[in-house]
């Protein structure tokens, strides 16, 4: 497996990034380092890039249902050899974002008008 080099310096600027771009739009200022977004700033591997040409060639561009077998075997299979754990497909679920799943990790772990421990 050839090593990927994380370290490479990608110059985002002029790419319409978020991140990069659009930081004054953001923050009202231009010359922040913009952490709140949780974007690549590496090359991606090569084999991913040849996966994404390889689907790009089919040339069918709709959605595709991400609660799926591979999908979710894709990714119970990545913690087995990664972490050596066991999890369930049946606990894989989607979140558009990082933000949204912890609103929703908020919501479902409190309750409107209760306090929290005191620490």
Do not use: C
Not at 55 to 81: C, L, M, P, V
Not at 86 to 114: D, G, M, R, T, W
């Amino acid at each position: 497996m050839d090593k990927i080099n994380f370290d490479a310096v990608i110059n985002r600027y002029g790419t319409y990034s978020t991140q990069w771009d659009y930081v004054k739009d953001r923050f009202g200022e231009a010359n922040l380092l913009p952490f709140t977004i949780s974007d690549m700033d590496f090359k991606a591997p090569q084999g991913v890039s040849d996966v994404l040409i390889k689907a790009a060639e089919r040339g069918i561009f709709g959605y595709t249902r991400w609660n799926n077998g591979d999908f979710k075997g894709a990714i119970t299979n990545w913690f087995s050899r990664r972490y050596h754990s066991n999890v369930s497909q049946n606990i894989v679920v989607y979140s558009p974002s990082v933000i949204f799943s912890l609103a929703k990790l908020i919501e479902q772990f409190s309750a409107p008008n209760k306090k929290s421990p005191d620490i």
